[in-house]
């Protein structure tokens, strides 16, 4: 008798949680999803995975590769502190900001006619 909610170990769903091994990128193209599915698989002759899904059909989607490397302990401190130029100083921020308002009260000075535009009117 046909069960249609049974599945196969090899069609398995993306809420398995076992982590499922295959070589390479060859394997993980053979390797089968259920539709509408996603996997995680994981090489075992190098430090990537892969993201292979289908569409509701079956078909499947186009295989994404990732690369993984172990994330150490002091590495989330280093990447916290920027060395690049990108940044300003205190400094300078208070240099632009002293700009800014000098700026900003120029052009409030040359505003006191309160938004009415000077019209120069022909001699009669």
Do not use: C
């Amino acid at each position: 008798m046909y069960n249609p909610y049974y599945q196969s170990p090899y069609m398995a769903n993306s809420n398995s949680n076992a982590i499922i091994w295959v070589q390479g990128e060859s394997g993980a193209k053979a390797y089968p999803v259920a539709p509408g599915n996603s996997l995680a698989l994981f090489d075992s002759e190098s430090d990537r995975f892969f993201i292979k899904s289908t569409d509701a059909s079956g078909m499947p989607l186009p295989l994404r590769v990732f690369n993984y490397v172990e994330q150490k302990e002091n590495a989330v401190i280093s990447n916290a502190i920027h060395t690049d130029n990108d940044y300003v100083t205190r400094k300078e921020f208070e240099e632009l900001l002293e700009k800014i308002n000098s700026k900003n009260q120029y052009q409030r000075r040359e505003n006191k006619n309160n938004g009415k535009q000077f019209v120069q009117r022909d001699a009669e």
